[in-house]
C-alpha cells in the first residue's frame, strides 16, 4: 500500500467533518472520492497530502513524491508557464537545464505549445492554465497524485482529454491517484475504485470496484454506469439537489 | 530566435510605457503651471512669482557653487534617512504579517509613531542631536519608518495562502516559499509605500535643516526667507519637488518595472497607466 489513512478524524472549531476515516491506495490505481459539497472531500484530500494536520488517526506514506492539481491552477503569476511547470522540479533540486527539458515534455503531453511556455499566466486561457497545472503536478515523476475537482472549470472538451491524459498517465507511470470529483460521469470514466462519502453520516457509505479499465470505457458504458448508480441509495444524498439523471 | 525577439520586444515596450508616462506626467505639470500663471497674475509679483521667474531664479542658483553641495547635503540626509527607515521598517513589518504576537507588539508602537506629529520629532531631535545633520536623518527616520513598515505587514498579511499550501505541496521549505510566492507579491506594496517614504524623506529632511538651521537646502530655504526673497524660496520649493520626484521616477519606478514585468504582461495594449 502507497499510502494508507488510519482512523482519521478531523473538526474545525469544534465542528465534525471527519470520523473514523480508514482508506487505502495502492500503486497505480485511480481512486475516485465522491460527495455532495461540504462533505470533507477537500479536507480529506489535504490530509492525505499532509497540508492539514488531522486531529485523530495517522497517515502512513509509503512513497518518495507526490504531487497535488488543485480546484484552481494555483499558478505563480509571476513565473513563466514553464518556470511553473517546473516549479515542483526546483523545489526537489532539479538543475536547471534538465528541468526545462522535462517541462517542455510535459507541456507537450497536456497539449500545451511551446510558445505558450514564455509567456505568464495573466497571457494564458483558463484551460491552459489548469494544463500547466496538470503538467506541473505530473513533471515531478510523482508516486501519488492528488486532484481536487481538477476539471471543474474547464470546458466539456477539454475536461475529456485531460481525463483521458491522466488514466493513460497513470497506467504508464505506475502512479496511483486520489481524484476527488462531484461527477459521477467522470468518477465513471476514469476511477479504477469508487469512495462514497456523506456529509450527514460524516464517513464512507459506499466503496467499489469500477468494471473496466480507466481511459478506455466508451461513452455507452460510462453513460449507463452512471444512471445505473443513480438509483442507488448510497448516491442519494450526492444526486440530491444535483437533480437525479432523468 | 522569438525568444530573444519577446524580450526585445518587451523593452521596447517598456521604454514606449516610459516615455508615454513621462509625457502625460509632463501635460499634468504644464496645468499646473498655467494655474499657477494665472494666480500669480491675480496677486502679484510680491506673493507669488511667476513660474518662469521662479525657473530663472532656479538657473541662478545652479550656477552658484552653494547650491550643489546643499543639494548634496540634503540627498544625503534623505537618502540615508530613507534607507534606514525602508531597511528597519520593512524587515519589522515582514516579520510583524507572518507572526501575530510580534504584530500585536509592534502594530501600538507604530501607532503611537504615526500619531507624533513630525514637528515634535524635529525639536526633539535638535535637542538629542544638535543642530547637526543627525536630527534630519533621525526626523526621516520616524516619519519614513512607519510608512514602510505598514506596507511591509500589509503585503506579508495579504498574501495568497493558497499559493503557499500549493508550494508547501511541492515540497518547498519556509524561505523558498518566502522567496517564490510572498516576495514577489509583498514588492508591489513596498514599492508604493518606498515611493511615499522617499517623497516623505525629502520633505522632512528640509523641514529639520530649517527649523535647526543646519545647512542643506532647508538651511538655503531659511536665508532666503531672512531676505524675503519670495522668487528664491519658490525656486528651491520647486528644487526640492524636482529632487523628490526625480528619486522616486529616475530610481525606484524603474526598479518596480523591472519587478514587475509579470503585471503588465497579461494586460492588453493602450490601457497601461
Ligand atoms: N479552514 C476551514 N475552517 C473552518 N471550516 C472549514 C475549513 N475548511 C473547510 N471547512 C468546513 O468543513 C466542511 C468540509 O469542507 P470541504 O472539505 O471543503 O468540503 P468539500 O470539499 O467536500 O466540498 C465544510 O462544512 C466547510 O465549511
Ligand atoms: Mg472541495
Known amino acids: ?246 | 530566435m522569438p525568444a530573444s525577439m519577446r524580450s526585445e520586444a518587451r523593452a521596447a515596450a517598456w521604454l514606449g510605457r516610459y516615455l508615454w508616462s513621462a509625457w502625460a506626467g509632463a501635460t499634468g505639470l504644464l496645468c499646473l503651471a498655467a494655474a499657477w500663471q494665472a494666480a500669480h497674475e491675480l496677486y502679484g509679483d510680491f506673493v507669488l512669482p511667476d513660474p518662469l521667474t521662479t525657473l530663472m531664479t532656479l538657473a541662478d542658483l545652479a550656477t552658484e557653487p552653494g547650491l550643489g553641495a546643499a543639494v548634496k547635503e540634503t540627498g544625503l540626509r534623505a537618502l540615508t534617512g530613507f534607507l534606514l527607515a525602508a531597511g528597519i521598517g520593512t524587515a519589522a513589518g515582514t516579520i510583524a504579517g507572518y507572526s501575530f504576537a510580534a504584530l500585536r507588539l509592534m502594530k501600538p508602537v507604530v501607532t503611537f509613531i504615526l500619531g507624533v506629529p513630525p514637528i515634535s520629532w524635529i525639536v526633539l531631535a535638535l535637542i538629542w542631536f544638535g543642530a547637526s545633520g543627525g536630527s534630519a536623518v533621525a526626523t526621516v527616520i520616524v516619519a519614513a519608518l512607519p510608512i514602510s513598515f505598514a506596507g511591509a505587514l500589509e503585503g506579508v498579511a495579504t498574501r495568497d495562502r493558497g499559493l503557499d499550501a500549493m508550494a508547501r505541496a511541492f515540497g518547498a521549505g519556509p524561505l523558498r516559499r518566502f522567496r517564490d510566492v510572498t516576495l514577489p507579491h509583498l514588492l508591489s506594496y513596498l514599492f508604493a509605500a518606498w515611493t511615499t517614504a522617499i517623497g516623505t524623506a525629502w520633505k522632512v529632511a528640509v523641514m529639520a535643516e530649517l527649523l535647526g538651521n543646519s545647512g542643506g537646502i532647508g538651511g538655503a530655504l531659511a536665508k532666503a526667507r531672512a531676505l524675503f526673497d519670495i522668487p528664491q524660496v519658490m525656486a528651491l520649493t520647486v528644487l526640492v519637488v524636482l529632487c523628490a520626484l526625480g528619486s522616486d521616477h529616475l530610481v525606484l519606478q524603474p526598479l518596480r518595472e523591472a519587478a514587475e514585468r509579470w503585471r503588465t504582461a497579461g494586460q492588453p495594449w493602450g490601457v497601461k497607466r
Request: aromatic share 6%.
Open chain 1, 1 to 246: 500500500m502507497k499510502l494508507r489513512l488510519e482512523n482519521i478524524g478531523h473538526a474545525f472549531l469544534g465542528r465534525t467533518v471527519i470520523e473514523g476515516m480508514n482508506l487505502a491506495f495502492a500503486a497505480g490505481e485511480i481512486v475516485a472520492l465522491v460527495g455532495p459539497s461540504g462533505c470533507g472531500k477537500t479536507t480529506l484530500m489535504q490530509i492525505a497530502a499532509g497540508l492539514v494536520v488531522p486531529l485523530r488517526g495517522r497517515v502512513h506514506r509509503a512513497y518518495r513524491r507526490h504531487a497535488i492539481v488543485f480546484q484552481e491552477p494555483r499558478l505563480l503569476p509571476w513565473l513563466t508557464a514553464r518556470d511553473n511547470i517546473a516549479y515542483g522540479l526546483a523545489c526537489a533540486g532539479t538543475p536547471r537545464r534538465h528541468r526545462r527539458e522535462i517541462a517542455a515534455a510535459r507541456a507537450r503531453e497536456v497539449g500545451l505549445e511551446a510558445d505558450d511556455l514564455g509567456k505568464f499566466p495573466a497571457e494564458l486561457s483558463g484551460g491552459m492554465r489548469q494544463r500547466a497545472a496538470v503538467a506541473r503536478a505530473l513533471a515531478v515523476a510523482p508516486d501519488v497524485v492528488f486532484l481536487d475537482e481538477p476539471f471543474s472549470a474547464v470546458d466539456v472538451g477539454l475536461r475529456r482529454m485531460m481525463q483521458d491524459h491522466l488514466a493513460q498517465a497513470a497506467a504508464r507511470e505506475g502512479f496511483c491517484a486520489l481524484f476527488v470529483t462531484h461527477d459521477l460521469g467522470e468518477a465513471a470514466r476514469i476511477a479504477d475504485r469508487l469512495v462514497v462519502l456523506s456529509a450527514r453520516r460524516r464517513g464512507i457509505v459506499d466503496l467499489r470496484a469500477v468494471p473496466g479499465r480507466p481511459g478506455a470505457r466508451d461513452e455507452r458504458f460510462v453513460f449507463d454506469l452512471v444512471a445505473a448508480w443513480s438509483r442507488e441509495e448510497a448516491f442519494a444524498e450526492l444526486l440530491d439537489g444535483a437533480g437525479r439523471l432523468q
